[in-house]
């Protein structure tokens, strides 16, 4: 994990893959073990949001919060506040925006 600079949540989810792969579990049964592992209480959306927080860090590490909030900028006719509301929709869809996916 250190010396790739691998995310943690990943690492455990693709050693799990592996382990459940060597054992000869079949990919539903390797989920589904994922599942009941992680928890009864969070369940495939604890998987979810994990990957959700992964693709946030990527937006801010790439600086691309950033960037839309700069571009918002542009629009002087935008207050600071409607520029935050919109930052925060459009980053908002995009972490979340697979948890809908995936409950439909």
Do not use: Y
């Not at 049964?29 to 209480?41: K, L």
């Not at 998987?47 to 990527?58: D, E, N, P, Q, S």
């Not at 950033?66 to 520029?83: H, M, P, Y």
């Amino acid at each position: 994990i250190v010396k790739f600079k691998f995310h943690p949540f990943l690492a455990l989810l693709l050693a799990s893959f592996f382990v459940g792969t060597m054992m000869g579990m079949g990919p539903l049964d390797m989920v589904n073990a994922i599942e009941s592992g992680i928890g009864g209480t969070l369940g495939f959306l604890a998987a979810v949001i994990g990957l959700g927080t992964i693709l946030g860090k990527m937006m801010e590490v790439s600086g691309a919060a950033e960037r839309i909030g700069l571009t918002l900028q542009r629009c002087r006719w935008l207050s600071a506040d409607v520029i935050m509301v919109l930052v925060g929709l459009i980053c908002g869809i995009t972490l979340f925006v697979e948890v809908g996916v995936v409950l439909l």
